[in-house]
Structure formats: C-alpha cells, structure tokens
C-alpha cells in the first residue's frame, strides 16, 4: 500500500456558487476509507478483497475499532463477513491518476534515496571548484549508490 487514511465526514461543505437551495443534510457521519495501492503481479490476486483480506491480518484492531462503528458493519467477527460487507460499501473510482505507471514501490523509493544522495553530495562539494577532483568525487559517490540498489 502506498497510502491509506480513514476520514469522518460529518456535513458537506455548502458555501460554493451553485449549491442547491435545498441544502442537503447527512443524516449521520461518514467513514471514508481511502487507499492508494500497488498491486502485486500475482495472476491470482483479487481486488479488492485481497488487500483486505491482507489489510484485516495486519491491523484487525484498528480495523475492528474504526468500523465497528458503521451502519450494517458484521458482529460476527468473520473475515468473510467483514470483507463482504467492505466491498459492498466501496464506492468505484471513475476517473484515477497514476503519477508512476508500471513503477513499483521500491523502485520509487530507491529514486528518492539517489535523489537525497544526490542532494547531500552537491550540499558537500558544493564549494570544490577542482574539476577533477569533484568529477572523481562524484564518481566514486553515484557508484555507491547505484551499487546499493
């Protein structure tokens, strides 16, 4: 996963131009559950119910105390159960952006750590003004952190 978050939807914003006149009114709050998410090259993999499946294995408390709280969420306790019931709730995205297709996350996080490297070794040598020298430097440096990856 790269992003998860829950959010409480308590009223809905009315000051814009073209609100109806009709204000609407929730008639209770909301628990939104967003997740940006990569998903494994698996044939088999499932959407969504994999990643919640994976999802109530690793947090079942945090799950259990935020959704308990919904309308229709299952007492039973049962994975199935409470899959079932959080794909029945979702809500499909029509319209998605992908900043990084066909990258994973640990590509992504390996781009950032060369970037801060990158950083850090032009923050150091900033002040070297020997051609030579800052070339073998930085050499010697991007060596190292491809070699890491």
């Given at each position: 996963?790269?992003f998860?978050?829950?959010?409480v939807?308590?009223e809905?914003?009315t000051?814009?131009?073209g609100?109806?006149?009709?204000?609407?009114?929730?008639n209770?709050?909301?628990?939104l559950?967003d997740?940006?998410?990569?998903?494994?090259?698996?044939?088999?993999?499932?959407?969504?119910?994999?990643?919640?499946?994976?999802?109530?294995y690793?947090?079942?408390a945090?799950?259990?105390?935020v959704?308990?709280?919904?309308?229709?969420?299952?007492?039973s306790?049962?994975?199935?159960?409470?899959?079932?019931?959080?794909?029945r709730t979702q809500?499909?995205?029509t319209?998605?952006?992908?900043?990084?297709?066909?990258?994973?996350?640990?590509?992504?996080?390996?781009?950032?750590d060369?970037?801060?490297?990158?950083?850090?070794?032009?923050?150091?040598?900033q002040?070297?003004?020997?051609?030579?020298?800052?070339?073998s430097?930085?050499?010697?440096a991007?060596?190292?952190?491809?070699?890491?990856?």
């Amino acid at each position: 996963m790269h992003f998860g978050r829950w959010v409480v939807i308590d009223e809905l914003k009315t000051d814009w131009a073209g609100v109806p006149r009709d204000t609407p009114q929730l008639n209770s709050q909301y628990v939104l559950f967003d997740v940006d998410l990569t998903v494994p090259d698996y044939d088999d993999y499932e959407l969504p119910r994999a990643f919640l499946r994976e999802l109530l294995y690793a947090i079942p408390a945090v799950v259990d105390a935020v959704w308990s709280h919904c309308y229709g969420f299952p007492k039973s306790g049962r994975l199935d159960d409470v899959i079932e019931y959080l794909v029945r709730t979702q809500i499909d995205t029509t319209l998605y952006y992908v900043g990084h297709p066909g990258v994973s996350v640990r590509e992504i996080r390996r781009a950032l750590d060369q970037r801060d490297a990158l950083i850090e070794f032009v923050t150091a040598e900033q002040s070297t003004r020997v051609m030579p020298t800052l070339q073998s430097r930085y050499l010697t440096a991007a060596e190292q952190w491809f070699a890491s990856t």
